[in-house]
């Protein structure tokens, strides 16, 4: 049972090089969720997905762009990194229901962008 | 549009000590209130959430949280920490009827042997 899935789990990169962060969940869920973590911010939305083929921003979305691939899938695009994204980045998944589920997070990926 | 206060950025108490963590939020409509925990270098996993029904709602590991409409808060309490307590804890809220979840900028506990 794996749950909701993040690769890589550590990544550098130098400003204005892309990468994509990939998200899998495993519980059929229908809402998916990106959030970045810093030092005295808490968790900050960056996009979300309610459901297969929708995607809506959320509170920090410049500089990111999001896919809903399918069901299962929700990948985190940037596509010319900058040093203010170096972040811990957490994908997070929830079930049915109106709001009442709660989000099942991934392990993270901690990206430095030098 | 809703938001979190999370009133103490650190909580230090020493073990076998009771503590509160507080959380206060704002919401133009009716929400779901969850508390989640975070250990060092791992996801976070919820501790526990209110949904409707009883205002005291009981977690994991000891843990419950009081629902206060009238104050909007949702405080964490344990009766009595232990050393594995020791992480950061988050205080999330979601509108009802939205996808939406906002999150508190954190509590870190710090249980002193």
């Known amino acids: 049972n794996a749950g909701v899935t993040q690769t890589p789990k550590f990544q550098v990169l130098k400003t204005g090089q892309s990468m994509t962060l990939q998200c899998a969940q495993d519980?059929?869920?229908?809402?998916m969720y990106w959030y970045r973590q810093d030092p005295g911010m808490g968790l900050r939305l960056i996009y979300y997905?309610?459901?297969?083929?929708?995607?809506d921003k959320g509170e920090v979305p410049n500089g990111y762009n999001v896919s809903r691939l399918n069901k299962r899938e929700f990948s985190l695009r940037l596509e010319s990194a900058a040093p203010s994204q170096t972040s811990v980045y957490f994908c997070a998944s929830s079930g049915q229901g109106a709001g009442n589920s709660p989000l099942h997070f991934g392990n993270g990926t901690r990206l430095t962008v030098t | 549009a809703q938001s979190v206060t999370q009133l103490d950025s650190q909580v230090p108490v020493f073990e076998e000590a009771p503590v509160e963590l507080r959380c206060n939020y704002s919401?133009?409509?009716?929400?779901?209130l969850f508390w989640y925990v975070q250990y060092p270098n791992q996801g976070l996993q919820l501790l526990l959430k209110y949904l409707s029904g009883s205002t005291l709602v009981k977690g994991i590991n000891g843990f419950e949280a009081e629902f206060n409409k009238s104050q909007t808060s949702f405080h964490l309490r344990k009766p009595s920490v232990h050393i594995s307590d020791t992480a950061e804890y988050f205080c999330?809220?979601?509108?009802?009827?939205?996808?939406?979840?906002?999150f508190g900028i954190g509590t870190k506990l710090q249980v002193i042997p």
């Open positions: 999330a809220v979601r509108p009802g009827g939205y996808q939406k979840v906002t």
């Open positions: 919401s133009s409509v009716s929400v779901y």
């Open positions: 519980m059929n869920h229908n809402s």
């Open positions: 997905s309610a459901s297969e083929g929708t995607t």
